[in-house]
């Protein structure tokens, strides 16, 4: 009877209990809101009675889970704003768990913090708007259409708590049958966790918000107080370009063995000028956000770099102590908090287009060098030019026309809509414009060295990979500890002027030999140390990729 009249009153739109509301949109929810989940689930081997069984536990407990959430913001006046934006979390995350394979983790909300318009402008799509409308503006719209009976203040507080502890209790004994099995599959598949919608993205969201805003001021600590450069009077002055590459997965180049031709000009300084690619590179991360912090660390992705290295000055702020000239250039999203504290020039200000191409930096890198003498240099000078690269997921709009090789390329930000070639063949042409841009600025470096004004180099690494539909995945920003190798396996490659291979005392015959050894991120701080003469107590030479081949420790 009870019953009853709730389904009237809703068919009349009458005035219906919070909770009666809570559970039609709970039940929504783990139906249409889940899916990604339900077909992750129905992956797992196992017989068909048994099967059905996970199924129907798994189902009452999203029901159960979802109400838990939408009673904790069961309050007059609060419930359907608050309501509306769990219903349009949810929307947008079964949407890009559904289209790239994704999850929502602490990583990946952070990624939604620290994007821009542009990155966000890249995302959206036809399919996105119908994907959250069905998941989400239905029962968006049928909230609102509905009055609710609130009780006073202290009752429905009451009964708030009552409920809450009751669905704790349901949330229990539905989790008992299955335990054994939970903790088995949750083990096999830590993923899963990951996709409980809204549930992941209410933790993950209160997760980020509580360690970015309300945890407390941290301390932020200087790092290598005691750096000093070493000084060679008799020595060129010194320019190192560090090429920071984006999205940049090491198995699409052709320098890695790629059956594609995506780097022929490096090819050609490779045979030519002693290029050398080091094949066996791992990212800190596996998105910008983790990632690039965590390259200019001192700590290491195994000591926190990846999630604490905002409390800790970077190796640029070392470098900049020590009396390195220090350049920040960007064509992306910004730097994530690493060049805070040096000169840095954002191009995407600079620019009329709608987006730049990486040539861009290339001015302002020429701009440096304009005086007609050594001594109108610094001494050391190091420039990190901060890549749009291949982001995606509209990777066509990274290339113009003329390097647009592999045809034909995806030209929507679906990934999933476009056959997979097309996808691979726009990614690759993004290498190809990448591999033209390399090329771009070691002719400048290599004019500069030619002309006896200063001794150059250039280091190139990605900051991380990128999936492209293998196993239905695609981008990047999974959990490190479930990334496939494309996202986390990285290309990474340095050239020197014969100038600065002499002062720096590099035997370049010894680095070839090194150059298929396993390295990361990690040894990125402490080699440039080394490489820019900088010294320190907290320089670590067995961390230093070219300590073994420089003069005098081989």
């Not at 929504?28 to 129905?42: D, H, I, Q, T």
């Not at 890249?122 to 009055?147: H, T, Y």
């Not at 054994?180 to 899963?192: N, Y």
């Not at 861009?360 to 003498?373: I, P, Q, R, T």
């Amino acid at each position: 009877m009870c019953f009853r009249q709730g389904y009237l009153s809703i068919l009349s739109r009458k005035a219906v209990s919070p909770y009666v509301m809570v559970l039609l949109l709970a039940v929504w929810l783990a139906v249409f809101g889940n899916m990604p989940l339900w077909r992750s689930l129905a992956d797992v081997a196992a017989p068909a009675w048994q099967q059905n069984l996970w199924l129907a536990g798994f189902a009452l407990l999203l029901v159960e889970i979802s109400s838990f959430v939408f009673i904790l913001v069961a309050w007059p006046h609060l419930f359907k704003p608050l309501a509306t934006v769990l219903l349009l979390a949810a929307g947008f995350a079964s949407y890009f768990m559904t289209t790239y394979g994704t999850v929502i983790d602490p990583g990946m909300v952070t990624n939604v913090f620290d994007t821009d318009m542009a990155e966000a402008m890249d995302l959206l799509s036809w399919s996105m708007i119908q994907s959250v409308a069905i998941v989400s503006l239905l029962p968006i719209w049928f909230l609102w259409s509905r009055p609710l009976q609130w009780k006073p203040a202290l009752s429905q507080a009451g009964y708030n708590v009552v409920a809450a502890s009751v669905v704790l209790v349901m949330i229990v004994l539905t989790a008992l049958p299955f335990y054994q099995g939970l903790t088995s599959v949750m083990r096999s598949h830590p993923d899963f966790r990951y996709q409980l919608n809204p549930a992941s993205s209410v933790y993950s969201t209160g997760f980020v918000i509580h360690h970015r805003w309300f945890a407390g001021p941290k301390e932020f600590h200087q790092v290598a107080t005691d750096a000093h450069l070493g000084i060679d009077v008799e020595a060129l002055p010194s320019l190192m370009v560090l090429v920071v590459g984006e999205t940049a997965r090491a198995d699409h180049f052709s320098l890695a063995g790629y059956s594609r031709q995506t780097n022929p000009v490096m090819e050609y300084w490779q045979a030519k000028e002693d290029l050398l690619y080091f094949s066996a590179v791992s990212s800190c991360g596996t998105s910008t956000a983790s990632s690039l912090p965590c390259m200019f660390s001192p700590l290491g992705r195994s000591s926190g770099g990846d999630s604490h290295a905002g409390e800790y000055e970077s190796l640029l702020d070392v470098l900049q102590r020590a009396g390195v000239s220090v350049l920040w250039l960007d064509n992306q999203s910004g730097c994530k908090g690493v060049c805070d504290r040096v000169q840095s020039v954002k191009h995407k200000d600079l620019c009329d287009q709608d987006e730049c191409k990486d040539e861009v930096m290339l001015e302002n890198l020429k701009s440096l060098h304009k005086g007609d003498s050594p001594e109108a240099e610094p001494k050391k000078t190091l420039v990190v030019m901060h890549q749009i690269g291949s982001h995606g997921p509209a990777y066509y709009k990274r290339t113009a026309p003329e390097y647009k090789k592999f045809l034909p390329e995806c030209t929507s930000n679906v990934l999933s809509d476009c056959d997979n070639q097309e996808v691979i063949n726009a990614y690759d042409n993004t290498i190809f414009y990448t591999d033209y841009f390399l090329g771009q600025v070691l002719e400048y470096l290599k004019g500069l060295a030619d002309a006896g004004r200063v001794s150059t180099s250039m280091l190139y690494v990605s900051d991380h990979g990128e999936s492209l539909g293998e196993s239905g995945l695609y981008l990047h920003g999974l959990p490190f500890s479930l990334a496939p190798s494309t996202q986390t396996h990285v290309p990474m490659m340095i050239w020197l002027s014969g100038q600065e291979a002499m002062q720096g005392g590099f035997n370049m015959d010894c680095l070839k030999r090194h150059r298929d050894e396993k390295l990361s991120h990690d040894h990125l701080f402490h080699s440039l140390l080394g490489f820019l003469d900088v010294s320190t107590s907290e320089y670590q030479e067995d961390m230093d990729l070219f300590f073994p081949c420089r003069s005098g420790s081989m």
